[in-house]
């Protein structure tokens, strides 16, 4: 399918899986700038929109929700693109230290971040379409060369979050993290440590298990 059948698809899907106020922001949020990075850089940097998330809700340091223009996981990795209009962050101060803020405490949390100006985008897409073909090209190779995928989505969601905790994933942590049931995320680690890829890590001289740890790279192709 062509870019404009494959983006509105894309769009539609996550359209579906939110309501409220993370509905509300992509609606506002995925406007002319962003729609043009999508169409000028991502589309042919990468031909395809898995593991992207526009306007995706995190945590600054004070708790509080905000929305990046996009998330790409890939791997164990969450790189943010931020796209960045003159007229909405650089002339309000108080705004634009928040941005900076919020993008220095992205980075304080393991998140690659960013920032491309929106007068570049329109104006020399080429440039950021090599620079980030340069940059990125370790996380492209990921996703290119990827083969038919043997895990479920479940078990790569598990893989990510052990990758996000240092590598060791606590079950009931994780149930709370990704709203499941416990015994579900035990059932999955269970499964993963027979395919290999979690370690299960046993406490005492009971030998119960209480947490699991991540045995492989966190560039491997299995975790997009």
Not at 10 to 22: L, N, S, T
Not at 160 to 166: E, K, L, M, V
Request: with cysteine; proline share 2%; charged share 25%.
């Amino acid at each position: 399918m062509g870019f404009q059948r494959e983006h509105d698809t894309w769009i539609q899907e996550h359209m579906k899986r939110r309501a409220g106020e993370r509905l509300d922001a992509l609606r506002r949020g995925h406007g002319y700038g962003n729609q043009l990075f999508v169409e000028l850089i991502w589309w042919p940097l990468v031909g395809h929109f898995d593991g992207l998330h526009p306007e995706y809700e995190v945590k600054d340091w004070r708790r509080r929700s905000y929305f990046v223009d996009f998330l790409w996981v890939v791997g164990g990795a969450r790189i943010v693109f931020e796209i960045m209009d003159y007229g909405s962050h650089g002339t309000d101060r108080t705004k634009y230290r928040m941005d900076l803020n919020r993008g220095l405490f992205l980075q304080s949390q393991d998140c690659l971040i960013y920032y491309i100006a929106l007068d570049e985008l329109k104006e020399n897409s080429t440039f950021i379409l090599s620079s980030l073909r340069s940059i990125l090209s370790p996380y492209l190779s990921i996703v290119q060369g990827r083969s038919v995928r043997t895990y479920t989505k479940m078990e790569r969601d598990l893989l990510r979050a052990a990758i996000r905790h240092q590598r060791i994933l606590r079950p009931t942590e994780v149930a709370r993290e990704l709203e499941l049931h416990t015994m579900t995320v035990i059932k999955y680690c269970r499964i993963l440590v027979e395919k290999g890829k979690l370690r299960a890590i046993a406490k005492g001289a009971s030998g119960r298990v209480t947490s699991y740890e991540y045995v492989g790279s966190v560039l491997s192709p299995d975790l997009v």
